[in-house]
């Protein structure tokens, strides 16, 4: 998990230093920050964790990649459930938050000067939703593997 995270950071930082040669890096990078988008993301998201105890069986997921942690089938199972029911629900809101986004700068199309912007933080929201899918993906790999080496076991 700390690989995909370094490697994700290192990806962004190099895209703002070519993208960034003429406007600046700093620059860049601030404009990949926009904490209204990754709010309104894990708003959408994070609540149907809290519903019927989810949120245990989803930070069991993340506790799978340590080497050292069992549990039973069942539980593995339902890690599993659970991860890829959260990496739907982040696409959708992703999907959704967007295509809200997109909505209210085309009502905004007489106003050129903020098109642009309002695009770019439109878009953003699809960045955050790809990243976090990338953050749940070892985690989903992780668990599918424990519950076929949990079967050979037995």
């Not at 950071?9 to 904490?35: Q, Y």
């Not at 050292?68 to 959708?92: F, G, H, N, P, W």
């Not at 098109?115 to 953050?135: P, Q, R």
């Amino acid at each position: 998990m700390l690989i995909e995270v370094v490697a994700i950071l290192v990806s962004v930082v190099l895209m703002a230093a070519v993208c960034g040669s003429e406007i600046g890096v700093g620059t860049v990078l601030t404009s990949l920050l926009d904490f209204p988008s990754l709010i309104s993301l894990l708003v959408l998201s994070l609540p149907i964790l809290l519903r019927n105890g989810m949120w245990k069986d989803f930070v069991r997921g993340f506790k799978l990649l340590k080497k050292s942690y069992t549990c039973s089938l069942a539980e593995l199972k339902r890690a599993l459930d659970v991860v890829e029911l959260m990496q739907r629900q982040i696409l959708y809101a992703g999907v959704i938050l967007t295509a809200f986004a997109i909505i209210i700068v085309l009502g905004f199309l007489q106003k050129p000067e903020i098109v642009g912007v309002n695009i770019a933080v439109a878009l953003i929201t699809v960045l955050y939703a790809a990243v976090l899918e990338m953050l749940l993906l070892p985690v989903q790999i992780e668990v599918k593997r424990r519950i076929i080496d949990y079967m050979e076991a037995e």
